[in-house]
């Protein structure tokens, strides 16, 4: 599969998260992007990019849980949640319900923090793309393609809810429905974490396409907003420690 092919993918599952000696540190603002934004975006850098385009297929679905997130979707197929319309009120009620029942974190239903943004520090070798908000890229991209992508998006309380399979079934799902391929992708570890008093995701996985490995590292804060941050590189190039040492620096703002 080619390059820029293989660089889509990166970003497709990226939708599903202060510097010295050369590091930058990214500071976010607290401004949820819609869907709408992100396809925006993605489609302003195809012009450069070509096929690296969002996760999301192009084409409306008219099923009702179409109109959910896509980690409420994934809790829909992981059957915590009809996909009824309902109010706000209503939905968080049974949200908060149901991650009692399941004795999950509920203190983004009950008392979610007002954030005003996102700060991580990027590893010395990545700057900001020119085509896409919010990611970042190495000067030899797409030759190493190795990236940095992320995402404010709405209070999304049913977040809580994803479990490993259901984030790898949409995973796959989405990949399937993009691009046409099936394409498995394996979890080598999935916790629940808290980051700055926030419930929090900590995701690694890693999938094949063509003759090509590819690793991703995901953070998936949930606040009064829902931050995602994707570290993704291929099995050409290793930065999973400068990877790392990046996600430790992770902080909300207040």
Do not use: W
């Amino acid at each position: 599969m080619k390059r820029k092919t293989v660089g889509g993918l990166l970003l497709a599952c990226s939708l599903l998260i202060a510097g010295c000696g050369g590091e930058t540190a990214v500071h976010t603002s607290a401004e949820a992007q819609s869907s709408e934004d992100i396809s925006d975006a993605v489609q302003d850098g195809e012009a450069e990019i070509q096929d690296d385009g969002n996760a999301g297929p192009e084409e409306e679905d008219d099923d009702e849980s179409a109109q959910m997130s896509g980690h409420e979707a994934a809790a829909v197929e992981g059957n915590f949640m009809a996909p009824v319309e309902m109010d706000e009120t209503l939905r968080e009620q049974l949200t908060e319900e149901m991650l009692e029942e399941n004795e999950m974190d509920v203190s983004i239903v009950e008392n979610a923090p007002v954030t005003k943004g996102c700060s991580f520090t990027l590893p010395e070798a990545f700057a900001e793309s020119e085509d896409i908000e919010g990611m970042y890229v190495t000067k030899r991209y797409p030759i190493d393609a190795s990236t940095i992508y992320y995402v404010a998006l709405g209070r999304d309380v049913a977040l809580q809810l994803m479990t490993e399979e259901n984030f790898k079934a949409q995973t796959e799902e989405n990949f399937r429905k993009e691009y046409g391929e099936d394409i498995e992708v394996t979890i080598d570890s999935f916790e629940r974490i808290q980051i700055d008093g926030c419930p929090a995701f900590r995701i690694l996985c890693h999938y094949q396409v063509g003759d090509t490995e590819i690793s991703q590292l995901e953070y998936a804060i949930n606040a009064d907003k829902s931050y995602v941050i994707t570290y993704s590189q291929t099995s050409d190039y290793d930065r999973m420690e400068e990877y790392e040492a990046s996600a430790e620096t992770i902080r909300l703002e207040f």
